[in-house]
């Protein structure tokens, strides 16, 4: 069955950096978008980043210039580099691969950033 495992998580101070890593299993990873997408306590989930299987990225105005996607077609993973952390960046981050509306999502891994 597909699987997404997020790992990378935890809690960091305002201006630090975390790595998040999503390793899929079940699903053609190299011909998924990916994405990331994440949630605050009392809001709904929102949008942060996607790659397309052609490496084309998107991002959220939110995150624009503090976070990177990324992906590695021979580990079927994909990352968020997320630096400048700022405590409104405080939520649970899911990972998604979505291939013509077939859509798969990871269990989700908190992070909190401390002012």
């Known amino acids: 069955q597909v699987q997404l495992v997020e790992s990378g998580g935890g809690l960091v101070q305002a201006g630090g950096s975390l790595r998040l890593s999503c390793a899929a299993s079940g699903i053609i990873f190299s011909i998924q978008t990916m994405s990331w997408y994440r949630q605050a306590p009392g809001k709904q989930r929102e949008f942060v980043a996607a790659?397309?299987?052609?490496?084309?990225?998107n991002y959220a105005d939110s995150v624009k210039g503090r976070f990177t996607i990324s992906r590695d077609n021979a580990k079927n993973t994909v990352y968020l580099q997320m630096n400048s952390l700022k405590p409104e960046d405080t939520a649970v981050y899911y990972c998604?691969?979505?291939?013509?509306?077939?859509?798969?999502w990871g269990q989700g891994i908190q992070v909190t950033v401390s002012s």
């Open positions: 790659i397309t299987s052609g490496g084309y990225k």
């Open positions: 998604n691969a979505d291939r013509r509306g077939t859509s798969y």
